[in-house]
């Protein structure tokens, strides 16, 4: 009898303890309590190391978590919400909750609707983006009110995880990314991406050599793989463009056949519109630059570096230029290149001693004076020229068929109101490996002047 007393008392005691924690828990006050911060990166690519040296985290998401110590005993964290900082870094979350010291848990990822960031396993794994612990205090007591955990920076002497290798990475990859996103947008709807931006860094094969992997944006998935050793901002941009083009584009799956087939796209392929996607992606990589960065225009190759050879392969026609990626590269740089009457494409290589520079030089001065009319279009200008324009005879968007040189220049005649017919044939004349033809005689006529 003693026995069985003793039994059903002891449950009964742990529920009345449990009563009465759950009754001094309702029991208190409801008060506000407040977490914010500042994220920021100090930055490892030397483009961004120049321009900015430290840049705030602007659009990722923040994770804050609290726990609460009841009856002296601290329990466990539970997430509060989640915040995304603003253009300056900022982040602030405001909760309402029992009247209880706290301690919190700030952690970061970098996702947004524009943009993601994958880790290093993120292929085998079901969790493709990681959060970052920036901030954990494990010491000190926080009662009601609110918390400033200043700014937290991303860096080799960081706390938690900011001076992790990869989250420091992918910060600058964020940041870069960033510039680059806001830079197409703002060039009109009609240019900019059409879906989340997804990048995987670090990228690498457990079935191909390090010797031999590399970078590459798929064409299927539109995921950027950026292997280990291409953490550059010239990588990174390159691969971002071959997503903007498969997106503004028909046709672009068939770069993931001839990747299969030969194991590689680049340098002289057999299909014209292979060598058209890399160029173009190392074309806008360079614009990007430019525009982000200020670093000094891209000038076209001149005649004798092409049939000379670009990686040993001399390009002494269009139609090896427009198989090869670089002559893709030159034939896109020859559009944006400013004041084109004053260099010369000079002519093709004849054997012995080659010049220098690699590319068009300024034109030797002439006592004859000229008026002078090059076209100059703007990078936002060679985009418009892959988007379907109805009214100009083009109803898709641009496709495999149309990635010759001659057609893509007439393309962009009929597109463009800032490009004639006779400039895009100029183009077209100044690229031809066997060539002649100056600018100064493209685009310049004479002034006759009255004799003295």
């Not at 923040?62 to 609460?68: C, D, E, M, P, T």
């Not at 030969?262 to 002289?268: A, K, Q, R, V, W």
């Not at 990635?403 to 031809?432: E, G, H, K, Q």
Request: proline letters at 5%.
């Amino acid at each position: 009898m003693n026995w069985m007393k003793g039994f059903t008392r002891t449950p009964h005691a742990v529920l009345m303890g449990l009563a009465l924690l759950l009754t001094a828990d309702s029991a208190m006050a409801d008060c506000t309590y407040t977490v914010k911060g500042k994220l920021a990166v100090q930055h490892q690519l030397p483009e961004l190391v120049t321009a900015h040296g430290t840049s705030p985290l602007k659009g990722v998401k923040v994770q804050i978590s609290g726990k609460a110590k009841v009856l002296g005993v601290w329990g466990w964290y539970a997430v509060w919400d989640e915040v995304t900082t603003n253009s300056l870094g900022e982040f602030s979350l405001t909760q309402t909750k029992a009247c209880y010291d706290h301690r919190y848990k700030i952690e970061v990822k970098f996702q947004s609707d524009d943009l993601e960031v994958r880790h290093e396993t993120s292929t085998s794994s079901t969790t493709k983006v990681k959060w970052y612990l920036i901030f954990e205090d494990e010491t000190v007591d926080h009662g009601p009110g609110t918390l400033d955990v200043g700014t937290r920076t991303f860096s080799p002497t960081g706390a938690r995880d900011l001076n992790l290798q990869e989250a420091r990475d992918h910060a600058d990859i964020w940041v870069a990314y960033q510039k680059a996103i806001e830079k197409i947008n703002g060039y009109g709807p009609d240019r900019a991406f059409t879906s989340q931006i997804r990048v995987k860094f670090p990228h690498n094969s457990d079935v191909v050599s390090d010797t031999v992997e590399a970078s590459y944006a798929n064409p299927a998935t539109q995921v950027i793989y950026i292997f280990e050793s291409h953490f550059n901002i010239s990588t990174l941009y390159h691969e971002l463009m071959h997503v903007w083009a498969y997106q503004h584009v028909s046709g672009e799956l068939g770069l993931a056949w001839e990747l299969m087939e030969n194991g590689s796209t680049h340098g002289l392929v057999d299909e014209p519109w292979v060598a058209f996607h890399e160029g173009f992606a190392e074309y806008g990589s360079d614009k990007l630059q430019q525009i982000i960065f200020g670093e000094t225009p891209r000038l076209p190759y001149n005649r004798e570096r092409l049939t000379r050879g670009i990686g040993g392969t001399p390009l002494t026609s269009l139609s090896l230029v427009q198989r090869h990626d670089m002559g893709w590269w030159s034939a896109f740089h020859i559009m944006t290149t400013a004041n084109l009457d004053d260099y010369t494409f000079k002519t093709a290589w004849t054997g012995g001693t080659a010049s220098t520079p690699t590319y068009i030089v300024p034109r030797d001065p002439s006592p004859i004076l000229y008026s002078c009319n090059p076209p100059s279009l703007t990078f936002a200008q060679v985009l418009k020229v892959f988007l379907a324009n109805s009214t100009a005879g083009y109803p898709n968007n641009l496709t495999k068929d149309e990635m010759l040189v001659s057609r893509f220049y007439d393309r962009a005649a009929d597109v463009l109101t800032d490009l004639s017919l006779a400039d895009s044939d100029s183009f077209l004349d100044l690229l031809n490996p066997a060539g002649t033809t100056q600018p100064l005689n493209e685009f310049c006529s004479p002034i006759l002047t009255p004799l003295p």
